[in-house]
C-alpha cells in the first residue's frame, strides 16, 4: 500500500502546481471536493509513477519533450494508471478509495465512486503485466494498447474473432480477449516476438485452453487474399471478425484497408510511417501538402477516410488516443452501415441534389421568364 511520507516529500519536489493543493499541513482546500481530490490523486500518481526506476526514464522522455501542460497530462496520465493496479491489487480496494482515505486527513469525507467492470480489468491487466515474465512489453505499449482498446470497442463490439494484424507482441489482441470484446484472437504477423509469449501467459487465465483462444500466426499481411484464406480457415464469417492494427507502417495500413473493404470486415487501424508513401499519390498529397499547408500525415489520413467512406456499406470514424501516448495517434475505423443507415444516407444524398437542383431550376425558370418579357417588350417597341 502506498504511504503517505513518501508520497508528499516525492510531491514536493514537484514544481509549481502540485504543491500547494497537496500539502497536508496547509490551508484547508477551497476548492471544490473533487478538485482537491484530483491534486491529491495527481501527487499519489506521479510519487508511485517516480517511484517505479521502469517508469522514470519514460517520464524522462515525456518531461524532457512536452509542454509543461503535456507533462502534466502525461504524469498524471501515466501514474494514475499504475496507481489504480496498485490499489487494486494491494488492498482490493479501488483507486479512488485508497487516494481519498490516504489523502483525506482534515476530516472532510469523500464520496466512494463505484468501479466499473472495464476499470477493473484495466486494473487486473496492470497489476498481471507488472508481474509478468520479461522480456515483455514495454510500459508505453500497454498504455497504447488499452487506450487503442478503449477507443474503438464501442465500435466494433464483440466479434467471434480478432485478428491483429502487423500485431508484433499481440498486446491489442489479448486485450481484446480479456475485455471480452473476442471469442478468439489471432496475431497475423511475420515476427514472434519471446514478449508475446510472456504477455499471453500474463493476460490469460491458466484454465483456458491459450492456444486456442488466442494464437501467433505467421502471414504476410502484404500479400493479398489473407484475410480470405485466414477467415476460411477459422471457419468464422467475414461479420462476426474485426482486424484491428496499432502501428500499421506506411503503405500496410493501405492494404488493410484495401483487404478489409473486399470483404465486409470491419476494422480499426492506427497507421504511422506516413512518409514510407511512394508512388503517384504520394506526389498528390506533397502537392496538397505545399497548398493547404497542413502535415502529410493528416492530409494521407483523411484521404484515407474518404476511401473508406466511400466504400459501399461502410461508415467511416476517426478516433485518437492521447499524443503523449504515442504522436502516431490517429485511428481510423470502418464499421459496416445497417441497411436503414444504407438508405438513411441514400435518401439525405438525394434530398439534397433535389434541393439544390430545384434552386436552379426556380431561379432559371425566373430569369427566363424575365428575358422572355424583355424580348416581348423590345418587339412591342
Ligand atoms: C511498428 S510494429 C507494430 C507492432 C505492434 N502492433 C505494436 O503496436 O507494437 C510493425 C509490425 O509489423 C510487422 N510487419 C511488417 N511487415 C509485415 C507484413 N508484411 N506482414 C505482417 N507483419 C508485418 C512487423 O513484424 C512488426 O511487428
Same mark, same amino acid.
Given at each position: 500500500?502506498?504511504?503517505?511520507?513518501?508520497?508528499? %516529500?516525492? !510531491?514536493?519536489?514537484?514544481?509549481?502546481?502540485?504543491?500547494?493543493?497537496?500539502?497536508?499541513?496547509?490551508?484547508?482546500?477551497?476548492?471544490?471536493?473533487?478538485?482537491?481530490?484530483?491534486?491529491?490523486?495527481?501527487?499519489? +500518481?506521479?510519487?508511485?509513477?517516480?517511484?517505479?526506476?521502469?517508469?522514470?526514464?519514460?517520464?524522462?522522455?515525456?518531461?524532457?519533450?512536452?509542454?509543461?501542460?503535456?507533462?502534466?497530462?502525461?504524469?498524471?496520465?501515466?501514474?494514475?494508471?499504475?496507481?489504480?493496479?496498485?490499489?487494486?491489487?494491494?488492498?482490493?480496494?479501488?483507486?479512488?478509495?485508497?487516494?481519498?482515505?490516504?489523502?483525506?486527513?482534515? $476530516?472532510?469525507?469523500?464520496?466512494?465512486?463505484?468501479?466499473?467492470?472495464?476499470?477493473?480489468?484495466?486494473?487486473?491487466?496492470?497489476?498481471?503485466?507488472?508481474?509478468?515474465?520479461?522480456?515483455?512489453?514495454?510500459?508505453?505499449?500497454?498504455?497504447?494498447?488499452?487506450?487503442?482498446?478503449?477507443?474503438?470497442?464501442?465500435?466494433? &463490439?464483440?466479434? !467471434? =474473432?480478432?485478428?491483429?494484424?502487423? $500485431?508484433?507482441?499481440?498486446?491489442?489482441?489479448?486485450?481484446?480477449?480479456?475485455? &471480452?470484446?473476442?471469442?478468439?484472437?489471432?496475431?497475423?504477423?511475420?515476427?514472434?516476438?519471446?514478449? *508475446? +509469449?510472456?504477455?499471453?501467459? !500474463?493476460?490469460?487465465?491458466?484454465?483456458?485452453?491459450?492456444?486456442?483462444?488466442?494464437?501467433?500466426?505467421?502471414?504476410?499481411?502484404?500479400?493479398?487474399?489473407?484475410?480470405?484464406? =485466414?477467415?476460411?480457415?477459422?471457419?468464422?464469417?467475414?461479420?462476426? #471478425?474485426?482486424?484491428?492494427? +496499432?502501428?500499421?507502417?506506411?503503405?500496410?495500413?493501405?492494404?488493410?484497408?484495401?483487404?478489409? #473493404?473486399?470483404?465486409? %470486415?470491419?476494422?480499426?487501424?492506427?497507421?504511422?510511417?506516413?512518409?514510407?508513401?511512394? &508512388?503517384?499519390?504520394?506526389?498528390?498529397?506533397?502537392? +496538397?501538402?505545399?497548398?493547404?499547408?497542413?502535415?502529410?500525415?493528416?492530409?494521407?489520413?483523411?484521404?484515407?477516410?474518404?476511401?473508406?467512406?466511400?466504400?459501399?456499406?461502410?461508415?467511416?470514424?476517426?478516433?485518437?488516443?492521447?499524443? !503523449?501516448?504515442?504522436?502516431?495517434?490517429?485511428?481510423?475505423?470502418?464499421?459496416?452501415? #445497417?441497411?436503414?443507415?444504407?438508405?438513411?444516407?441514400?435518401?439525405?444524398?438525394?434530398?439534397?441534389?433535389?434541393?439544390?437542383?430545384?434552386? *436552379?431550376?426556380?431561379?432559371?425558370?425566373?430569369?427566363? $421568364?424575365?428575358?422572355?418579357?424583355?424580348?416581348?417588350?423590345?418587339?412591342?417597341?
Amino acid at each position: 500500500m502506498l504511504s503517505l511520507p513518501p508520497i508528499a %516529500v516525492a !510531491a514536493s519536489a514537484l514544481p509549481g502546481r502540485w504543491q500547494g493543493p497537496i500539502s497536508r499541513s496547509g490551508d484547508p482546500c477551497r476548492r471544490c471536493h473533487s478538485a482537491r481530490r484530483l491534486s491529491w490523486s495527481t501527487a499519489v +500518481a506521479v510519487a508511485s509513477a517516480l517511484a517505479a526506476p521502469s517508469v522514470r526514464h519514460v517520464l524522462s522522455r515525456f518531461v524532457g519533450r512536452r509542454s509543461a501542460r503535456r507533462q502534466s497530462i502525461a504524469l498524471r496520465q501515466l501514474g494514475l494508471t499504475l496507481l489504480r493496479s496498485e490499489g487494486e491489487s494491494s488492498t482490493g480496494r479501488s483507486p479512488s478509495e485508497i487516494d481519498v482515505a490516504q489523502a483525506d486527513d482534515d $476530516g472532510v469525507k469523500p464520496e466512494k465512486p463505484e468501479i466499473s467492470r472495464y476499470q477493473r480489468v484495466e486494473n487486473l491487466l496492470w497489476e498481471a503485466w507488472r508481474n509478468s515474465e520479461r522480456p515483455r512489453p514495454p510500459l508505453k505499449e500497454v498504455l497504447e494498447t488499452l487506450a487503442f482498446h478503449k477507443a474503438c470497442q464501442k465500435l466494433l &463490439g464483440s466479434k !467471434a =474473432l480478432v485478428i491483429d494484424a502487423a $500485431g508484433g507482441h499481440g498486446a491489442i489482441a489479448l486485450a481484446f480477449r480479456a475485455f &471480452g470484446g473476442a471469442e478468439r484472437a489471432v496475431v497475423a504477423d511475420l515476427y514472434q516476438p519471446r514478449s *508475446f +509469449a510472456n504477455l499471453r501467459a !500474463a493476460w490469460m487465465p491458466e484454465d483456458e485452453d491459450t492456444e486456442r483462444a488466442v494464437r501467433h500466426e505467421r502471414i504476410d499481411i502484404s500479400c493479398p487474399g489473407w484475410l480470405k484464406s =485466414l477467415l476460411e480457415r477459422e471457419g468464422v464469417h467475414a461479420e462476426a #471478425t474485426a482486424v484491428v492494427a +496499432a502501428h500499421a507502417c506506411g503503405g500496410l495500413s493501405d492494404e488493410l484497408i484495401r483487404e478489409c #473493404t473486399a470483404l465486409s %470486415v470491419e476494422f480499426a487501424i492506427m497507421p504511422c510511417c506516413h512518409k514510407k508513401e511512394s &508512388g503517384r499519390r504520394r506526389d498528390m498529397l506533397r502537392h +496538397a501538402v505545399k497548398l493547404l499547408d497542413i502535415p502529410y500525415s493528416v492530409v494521407l489520413d483523411i484521404a484515407r477516410l474518404g476511401v473508406i467512406d466511400a466504400c459501399p456499406g461502410y461508415k467511416a470514424s476517426l478516433r485518437m488516443i492521447d499524443k !503523449a501516448i504515442s504522436p502516431m495517434n490517429r485511428m481510423l475505423i470502418g464499421t459496416r452501415e #445497417t441497411s436503414p443507415q444504407t438508405e438513411a444516407r441514400a435518401d439525405s444524398r438525394r434530398n439534397y441534389v433535389d434541393k439544390l437542383a430545384g434552386k *436552379f431550376r426556380t431561379i432559371f425558370s425566373t430569369s427566363r $421568364g424575365k428575358h422572355q418579357e424583355l424580348q416581348e417588350d423590345s418587339a412591342d417597341s
